[in-house]
């Protein structure tokens, strides 16, 4: 009876404190939706273009957007560079409704980010950005948007994770992940703390219905301070480029060659002449720490990398057969996607090996599972499926022992493959070691 009247008469430790809570959450949500846009988007789609009688058909979406800076007359909003397709027509419209005519002022595909801009005499209240670095889980954060056109949302939800990989097109980011609803609309729009800061910017659902499953996911806030000044001066975001090709190495893989149980990257592949190649990895380095931080796996090298600035030097702890070395490079600039198609002939040796199995395996061997195109094993007719026993009549017994083997041919190399119940040899194009732009 004395629990159920302290209950009736507010006495609890939590009632006290929920009133204090609710004003965070009332101001937060106030401040926010009004730095929040709704972008609205139009491609013009041209149906037969190689036919006399042409048609077009206008195709329309929509995502939201961070009020970002204001400079002279011109307002600047950050959203996410999927929001805008192709778009021909952009239009900003303000948490009151108001729409503005935009143009797109810059994009970084790589990290799904765009600045768009538009120009309105009014004084318009600008997104105070945070600090992602000391996201953690269980923390209570707002995600504000325009799901499926209902602008100015705000949903209320907790941190379920931090450093989450994956996301569509191959963004590299390392993205919060909320259970705040988000749902198609949402994606540029803001996941918000507390203190009415911008954490994070939403970006993508796991989901199987294409709706709010319970699993959304943001790119946190100083990932996206990287790309900001680059996308306002109407440039492409740059990244650092160490020119290598890496695998998280399979269990077995780890327990034959006595690596660690878990993190690394594997090298598999090189491009000569870059910074990789001219500090002198190799085929099957296990690559385990850059500047003493351990890497979690490929991914986190991946963005390791890209973080990092151009000209920047770096020290990489390297597992090679049983020693433990430290290897200096310097990074380059990575080069523009096409441009880096460009460089395949340069990627070497070009495909991905696994150990061969069933009846491939006869003679042990490495069975090629993927050869990239216009690489040096493409064009020396290596094709997937092939399996590769012998390097210089030096027997093959797995993919591994060809990594290493490979890399210490000196010039071109004869490589004998089993393709179907033919045996052939081939010979590939040996590493230009250090040599290339």
Known sequence: MAAAASLRA????????????????????AEAVQYIVQVEVAETIQQYPKEETQSEYHKSGLGSGILLKRQGKAD???????????????????FDGEA??????????RRDLAVVRFETGRKLQTAPLGDSSGVQAGDWVMAVGSPLGLESSVTLGVVSAVGRRGGPGGNISDFIQTDAVINPGNSGGALVNLAGEVVGVNTWIASQSGQYEGFGFAIPVNTVKRSVPYLLAGRNAVYG????????????LRESQGFPLRGGALLLNIYQGSPA????????????????????GTADLIQSIADSDPDRSISI??????????????LGERPEEQSLAAMNDRFWPGWVAVDAEGENQQEGGAELIQVFGSTPADRADFRAGDVIVAVNDEPVKDAFVLLSTLD?????????LLRGKERVDKALAGR???EGP
């Open 10 to 29: 507010g006495g609890t430790v939590e009632d006290r404190r929920a009133p204090g809570l609710q004003d965070r959450i009332h101001r937060a949500a």
């Open 76 to 94: 600047f909003v950050l959203t996410n560079n999927h929001v805008l397709m192709d778009a021909d027509q952009i239009t900003v419209r303000l």
């Open 100 to 109: 503005y005519p935009a143009t797109i002022q810059g994009r970084d595909v």
């Open 241 to 252: 480029w160490l020119g290598v090709g890496c695998v998280d190495p399979p269990a077995a």
């Open 277 to 296: 190649d001219k500090a002198g990895l190799e085929l099957g380095d296990l690559l385990e720490r850059i500047d003493g931080r351990s890497l979690l």
């Open 317 to 330: 702890r390297v597992l090679r057969g049983d020693q433990i070395i430290e290897v200096a490079a310097r």
């Open 408 to 416: 210490k041919v000196d010039g071109d190399a004869r490589i004998t």
């Open 432 to 434: 230009a070691q250090g």
